[in-house]
């Protein structure tokens, strides 16, 4: 089994390091709020100081960041301990120009790092199931296959561009956010002429099954499930807005302006159903 690093211990990447430590591996793990790693050390991970410390006699580094820009700060951080060899691999929703920038230049310095965003939520990554997306170098990707195919249910080769995944992410996010937003109209829709959650739904299936689906997941937003932070939400529609730019979309700037509202009023920390949920 191997030594990996795991660097950004939150919904996602907590479960990340805890089947890595179901699968035996050794675990090492880095937060920027050191307090968030306390259980995973408790479960058997070993908390590292900074970046570098962390990445120290580390096969591969995973890297579950909030942006960009953190993701180029914690690299540039960690590879004074990277090991020869190692293997960055970020599972960050990133911006696929940021992405195209990257990957050539860290190639550059000799650094190994491939993007593989994901579909999954917190109970996926524990479990290792849900979708991995990978693109770039048909060899890097062989290379990666056995040891990330371990921590998915799927893991799905999308391009030979060092930004195809990221591309695909931000798309089925968009889609998923859209797909709620819409859903949670037409609950309402569904309460004001008298049906119920459970009719509304039915209709919704009847012409989208991925439609009842999101429609499903925003019915329950009372429940206080948080899945994904509507400030992270927030960010993967800045991305979207970003890399198509603003004058060439119709719908997502107002639900990005919707978000806006919600999370200055202190919601951003809510599930992102927040924005659609019937009121």
Request: aromatic share 4%; hydrophobic share 45%.
């Amino acid at each position: 089994m191997s030594q990996i690093a795991v660097l950004g211990t939150g919904l996602l990447g907590s479960g990340f390091a805890l089947k890595a430590l179901d699968n035996g591996h050794s675990v090492r793990v880095w937060n920027r709020t050191a307090s968030k790693c306390a259980p995973l050390v408790e479960a058997g991970c070993v908390q590292g100081s900074d970046p570098a410390d962390t990445v120290k006699g580390c096969s591969r580094v995973h890297l579950i960041l909030a942006a960009d820009t953190a993701v180029d700060s914690v690299i540039e951080q960690l590879i004074a301990g990277l090991e020869k060899g190692a293997w960055i691999i970020d599972h960050s929703t990133n911006m696929p120009e940021r992405v195209a920038e990257r990957c050539p230049k860290l190639r550059a310095a000799g650094v190994n790092y491939i993007h593989a965003p994901v579909f999954m939520g917190p109970s996926n990554s524990r479990k290792g199931n849900g979708q991995m997306l990978i693109s770039g170098p048909a060899q890097a990707i062989e290379t990666l296959t056995p040891a990330l195919e371990e921590m998915t249910g799927t893991l799905s080769d999308v391009g030979s561009r060092d930004e195809d995944a990221a591309l695909r992410k931000i798309i089925g996010n968009g889609l998923i956010i859209g797909l709620s937003a819409l859903a949670g109209d037409m609950l309402q829709l569904g309460r004001a002429g008298g049906f119920s959650d459970e009719q509304t739904l039915e209709a919704l299936a009847a012409f989208s099954p991925m439609s009842a689906r999101m429609g499903k997941r925003v019915a329950k937003h009372s429940e206080g499930l948080v899945t994904f932070e509507l400030a992270m939400a927030r960010k993967d529609v800045g991305l979207m807005i970003e890399t198509a730019g603003a004058e060439g979309m119709g719908v997502l700037p107002g639900l990005a302006a919707a978000m806006d509202a919600l999370i200055e009023a202190g919601h951003g920390q809510d599930n992102y159903t927040a924005v659609s949920a019937p009121k």
